[in-house]
């Protein structure tokens, strides 16, 4: 899956590749190369009509899951995705490369997690510790269940009402194109442990938060509450809620012997891998792209989110080979520790706090591969017209206008609150949350088509952002070269 | 998932469930009530169409996987299994039920299993040990692979060739409807481990048996040739067979550490569950009806062969309601220890070796939840009239005409061997390879109406073998009443 570069006659990189990217490519520099009489429009199109037909991105995927794999926060691994993606973007060509490293109050490690029903009918359960759970005791707990199918039956029982039990959340999640399906309930997740401790569980056990009937459970972050003890926690996979459903369905007691190791070594280090392009007339003012490095221990991290590290790395390259350098500075920050609380894009926002008035606008891939649907802007000026151009360039890739209330996603979420303008190029996740923190995150999942249309999206709009001179942190401008 | 039973006036057990079922249940009694003016051909029209609404398969189904959940053969849960099975037999009302035990010369338990790429990039493979192989070194072996994308690729290696290598094939399976794509290539994993033993293979991983790209390894059992050392075999999972695909292909050694720690606690026994509902005429003559009651151990046996064992009891379960015994005796045998090599099945054929010529004819569902496609039969006189009204009766449920090659499936293979009568009533098995021998064999996988249609044929052929008086163990008969 790795391309080949070679260096064309006014030296930007363009890759040899299929003969069809190689010959759109080609017409790009040479458009490109016609100078003034070619429009920031029509290279954006040209730029987008490239990407589609291959933009890179699942070599970058490709490579960064298949020599890295997971790269759980703050491990050996995500520091290894680190050296990676400074390597990468220095073979692509970025201006300028460099790693802010930051530090990680509470490492987490996986260690061996099993349950199983002991009574009545004995049988293994698949589970998966959430991120941060503390263990079980060494040799495990068992318990009998209180079951519940939704959230909010558990948090009706009074105080004490779990004592000495296992709470078992059991609530479906629904399908949205949105991601809508997960905001309604990873509350289940993040704040149910600390909610059954309340209420004297002695565990806690959340049906995945998944669409799909795979038996694969889903990890994901808890937070426990400082008033609450902290009580060990895990997705079951969705066919053992089921089995767990029949079986407290059939009367009597269901007995559970859950044992988890994690370890949970205290400080330690994570950082963001930041490339950028220099704008050759306005270097100081930056469209910021974002995406995580770290993933989930349990799959490869390809959709979660070594997608999005492909499409704006791909996007990126895409228009550093352009034969001149867009107005403004394109930076691709590739961060750390976004699992467990957007932790690289606090450390960023703080560490960049007194230079937030350089952002003319962010945005952050952060559900799969795609494709992009919507546009939806954060801009004080939503009405300028250089933001028509830009919906006028994402429409051929079939992508609709969509509302202002865009304040980011993931890691660059810290930066939009303190003002900066943000973009959300909304991504379809009808089947994201099939994979999404499983075994199952692996390569084979992404569709080229889809990951490409991804990149063409982002590379129409951060082209335009970095080259029309339009600027949404302030008034309306003409939008006009 | 329970049902209620009510006895009707004539003393018969039919279910309480859904008003359709009920009713149609009712319509086929007064059918039947009628007497002499209701033809066998009515009758197994009404039962078909009963059987599609609502047959109680699955019931059964749901109860064996949630009450008992993975029994993997000679284990304590096949044994509870085993009584599960009497029990509901006897709750059927069912004649006569009885258990015949048989020995198995190697019993076979599965332990702890890991594997993880150590260089060039460590990451976890997601691996399960193959059905009688033996452990790794307690501490688990490392190795350089020797990896091949196709089976013969491997056999081409002389004598000493994979000294020291854990071998490695990745081949692709096929979908098909009819279970080919399993047939052309399960010797890779049943002959492969001895065959890569002898060119000096330490450990042998294949890729798993799969039509699916879920990150789950699918079991199955390997046999070790007497002329080989016996050497640790696992199954990858297909997106873990791919990984290593990728990181071969990028060039250098690629070393991977295998922990498996099966034991093989020597002899243990087995049973098979026999059920039988006298004939009323002809009760020596048996119409044999079988299904496998053991399962592997990852998923709780829901699609192989739960719903096996769903249809053939409901199917006579639903002749056991009729007003009247049909002519001939049906019998229901559910099989244990199929999975390591039709055990249970070979066993009875040797236990009723004497009474060969009592079975007129024998089938088998072991392909998951149908829907059955095609009826083929393996008699004497596929001409007989019988055999086109047995035709007849099935096409309105979709099921077409096939050829005379049946030797049936599974655990009745040994009675065809010996000249029984079989028939294949073939099911579609284009998404069975999905989740056979996996984790994800679990009951939300089964669709009522597939199987329902399966009972249906099930229920339809059976009753007809056991009404109509053609003889398919001699020359052809009227086929008349």
Known sequence: MS?????????????????????????????????FCVSPDETAAELGQKALADSGAMTIVADLTTEIGPRLAGSDAEKRAAAWAKQRFEKLGFDKVWVEEFPVEHGWIRGEERAAIVSPSPQPLVVTALGSSVPTPPGGL??????FTSYEEMLAVPTNGLAGKIAVVTQRMTTTRDASGYGAINRIRGAGPGEAAR?????????????????????????????????????????????????????????????????????????????????????????????????????????????????????AKCIRELPQRPRRT?????????????????????????????????AEPDLGQGPVYAFQTGFVNPD????????????????????????GSSDVEPLAEQGVPAVTLKMDATDYFNLHHTADDTLDKIKPERLNQSTAAYVVFTYLAAELPADFRGAPTSGTR
């Open 3 to 35: 391309m080949n570069f070679a260096r064309n006659v006014r030296g930007a990189d363009i890759p040899v590749g299929p003969a069809s990217g190689w010959f759109a490519c080609l017409m790009v520099v040479l458009m490109a190369a016609r100078g």
């Open 142 to 147: 068992e318990a009998e269940i209180a079951l």
């Open 199 to 315: 209420r004297g569980a002695v565990a806690y056990l959340v049906r995945s938060l998944s669409t799909d009937d795979r038996r694969l459970a889903h990890a994901g972050a808890t937070r426990y509450p400082a008033d609450a003890p902290h009580i060990p926690a895990a997705a079951l996979a969705a066919p053992d809620a089921a089995q767990l459903e029949r079986l407290v369905a059939k009367g009597g007691p269901v007995r559970v012997r859950l044992l988890l190791t994690p370890r949970l070594p205290g400080p330690v280090t994570s950082q963001n891998v930041i490339g950028e392009i220099k704008g050759r007339e306005r270097p100081d003012e930056i469209v910021l792209l974002g995406a995580h490095l770290d993933s989930w221990d349990l799959g490869t991290g390809a959709i979660d989110d070594g997608a999005g590290v492909a499409i704006v790395m791909a996007a």
């Open 330 to 362: 394109v930076r691709v920050v590739l961060f750390g520790a976004e699992e467990f609380g957007l932790i690289g894009g606090r450390a960023y926002a703080a560490a960049h706090k007194a230079e937030l008035n350089r952002y003319v606008v962010v």
């Open 384 to 407: 300028d017209p250089a933001v028509g151009r830009m919906r006028a360039a994402l429409a051929p890739l079939g992508i609709a206008e969509d509302d202002n209330k865009s304040h």
